[in-house]
């Protein structure tokens, strides 16, 4: 993923804007924070699940992979295997579906997990999605250049991430001690349930066209670990009232998508395009540790004028640079309205490193 970035990036703009591997760094750091944080709150909580849900589990994530591929329905797939698994066990078909025969002889049980799991794991599962994305979202601003509906260009920010965390849970049957002795084995009424780590896919992608990206991620994020706190007072009601476990799972998958949509429309009213302009260059990119970083760019702002001269174009901008082949001082209209000013040394007769993105050429 992040090869495919960098070399896109520098096909369209020339530099990486960010060269390094900031996807690698983020997927180990979500690996081993979520993964060891999230291990040990689940390890106490201990949800329990059937090999049912995690067949299913496994099957939505390979069908989503194969028909869908680039679009991630991660928590989607968490739930709903949960609500098939609570349908079955409720009906009784889950007996029938395979036979405890076949279940025994490999270790397993047949034994159903109570509905409340199924609700605990999924509000589990969507609050750490809603950390990663305020964690991560809009933290690496990448533009995609392509055109409104008035032919104009216009720069969008996509967040796309996928990760896969570790997590405890307990699954009936003593299947891994009778092939690893000294694999652990608890009893919970009179049945025995074996811990296991089970890889959890969390994949989220949405692209942001007016706001501003950090801050856009950030309330999203926020609002998903808050409807995930909701998730565990539907658990609570789940755990005396079983049947609740199915319409809990569809709120929470419901409200996701709500969400999601809820923040593209706050994106979509917003009054202005990262779009160019006609009285300046629009800043679309920063490279970090440059000049531009610096003097506090930020992307949407406008330059007017760089060393006292107007730009209107990349051309222009690059020229006006060289001007002063150390220093530059540019006339900048921030998102708010505001006119800045800021001043820099640059590096000596380099003005394409300075750090700034735009559009390249004229429309």
């Not at 998730?231 to 476990?245: D, Q, R, T």
């Not at 708010?336 to 735009?358: D, K």
Request: charged residues 15%; proline residues 5%.
């Amino acid at each position: 993923m992040s090869k495919h970035r960098i070399q896109a990036t520098r096909q369209h703009f020339h530099n990486a804007i960010y060269p390094q591997h900031f996807e690698i760094r983020q997927l180990w750091m979500n690996l081993l924070l979520f993964g060891v944080v999230g291990s040990i709150i689940s390890f106490v909580v201990g949800p329990v699940v059937t090999i049912i849900w995690f067949a299913i589990y496994q099957c939505l994530l390979l069908i989503n992979l194969v028909l869908i591929p680039g679009v991630f329905f991660s928590f989607e797939s968490a739930a709903i295997a949960a609500g098939i698994a609570i349908w079955l066990n409720l009906t009784g078909y889950a007996n029938h579906l395979i036979p405890s025969q076949l279940l025994n002889h490999y270790g397993l049980s047949a034994s159903p997990a109570a509905a409340f799991n199924y609700v605990l794991l999924a509000s589990f599962i969507l609050f750490i999605l809603g950390a990663i994305i305020a964690k991560d979202g809009g933290r690496y601003n990448i533009p995609v250049v392509s055109r409104n509906e008035r032919k104009n260009r216009i720069a969008g920010y996509p967040f796309k991430t996928l990760n896969v965390i570790p997590l405890f849970m307990f699954i009936p049957g003593d299947w891994i001690h009778s092939t690893i002795p000294y694999w652990p084995v608890m009893m919970l009424n009179g049945h025995s349930l074996a811990f296991v780590v089970v890889p959890v896919s969390l994949g989220f992608q949405m692209t942001v066209f007016k706001s501003l990206p950090r801050w856009l991620f950030k309330q999203l994020g926020k609002r998903i670990m808050q409807l995930a706190l909701i998730g565990i007072l539907l658990m609570v009601v789940s755990l005396f009232l079983p049947i609740a476990a199915l319409p809990s799972l569809l709120i929470m998958i419901l409200g996701l998508w709500w969400l999601r949509m809820h923040f593209k429309a706050v994106d979509r009213n917003q009054a202005d395009w990262y779009s160019e302009v006609i009285d300046g260059v629009r800043v679309i990119g920063i490279e970090p540790n440059t000049p531009a970083a610096k003097m506090q760019l930020a992307i949407g702002d406008v330059i007017l004028t760089v060393n006292n001269q107007p730009v209107t174009n990349e051309d222009e901008f690059y020229r006006a640079l060289l001007k002063q082949s150390t220093y530059c001082r540019m006339k900048v209209r921030n998102r708010e309205g505001r006119l800045l000013i800021t001043e820099t040394a640059i590096f000596n007769n380099a003005p394409h490193e300075i750090g700034v993105v735009l559009f390249k050429g004229k429309s």
